[in-house]
């Protein structure tokens, strides 16, 4: 994905569906940190969420309309590849949320719903590293090591304090924007790289 040859159109529809997931959960990070900022920032750090949110969403819908344009004449190796790549896609992505799953209930099971967000972007940072191999892009590698890192830093975060009279929520803040940019940053790579591949 990162040697800048003409990908196929499975390719390109992979890459316009991986904006996508960038630029939704992106947006749910940024929203755990809006709400950890409580009136901080407002309405600055919604509108900042929302652009950036339009933005990749215009990048994804490019990519899905330049899939649409192209050919889906391909050997019956690569076919059966992509077969294979979406097949270990899905497999990842399942055991994701199944993971994050039984993590919200351990975490609610010993009334300690705050380690939930600091455990969730550490098992989404894990899913990167099977992905970066999967796809043959090393970018991933980073991105799964900022959010792992991120989860990790959040853990020594305190969950309540004040700034200028306001209670704030200092380890959602900084898990939920940390989070946020890194998917943004990944989605903005997967488009631009994917839009230099096709020209």
């Known amino acids: 994905m ?3 040859v003409k990908p196929p159109k499975a390719a390109v529809f992979g890459a316009a569906n991986g904006v996508m997931f960038m630029t939704f959960f992106g ?11 409580n009136p901080l920032g407002a309405p600055w750090f919604l509108a900042i969420s929302g652009i950036v ?40 992505f399942g055991l994701e949320g199944l993971a994050i799953f039984i993590a919200s ?7 300690r719903f705050e380690l939930f967000f600091p455990i969730m972007a550490i098992i ?16 991933y590698w980073g991105t799964g090591a900022a959010l792992c890192i991120l989860g990790i830093i959040s853990f020594f975060l305190p969950i309540e304090a004040t ?6 929520v200092p380890r959602s ?27």
């Open 27 to 37: 947006a749910l990070w940024a929203s755990i940190g809006i709400i950890g900022s």
């Open 105 to 111: 209930m351990i975490c609610n099971l010993i009334d």
């Open 163 to 168: 700034y200028n009279s306001e209670s704030i």
């Open 124 to 139: 989404v940072g894990i899913h990167f590293f099977p992905l970066a191999q999967l796809f043959k892009e090393k970018f």
């Open 53 to 92: 949110t339009i933005v990749l969403l215009i990048g994804a819908l490019s990519l899905f309309g330049k899939s649409k344009n192209m050919s889906s004449n391909v050997t019956p190796s690569v076919r059966e590849d992509w077969k294979t790549i979406n097949r270990k896609f899905g497999l990842v």
């Open 173 to 199: 803040i900084f898990i939920g924007f940390g989070s946020a940019i890194t998917l943004w940053i990944t989605g903005f790579r997967i488009w631009t790289m994917t839009s230099k591949q096709l020209k």
């Open 2 to 4: 990162n040697d800048l």
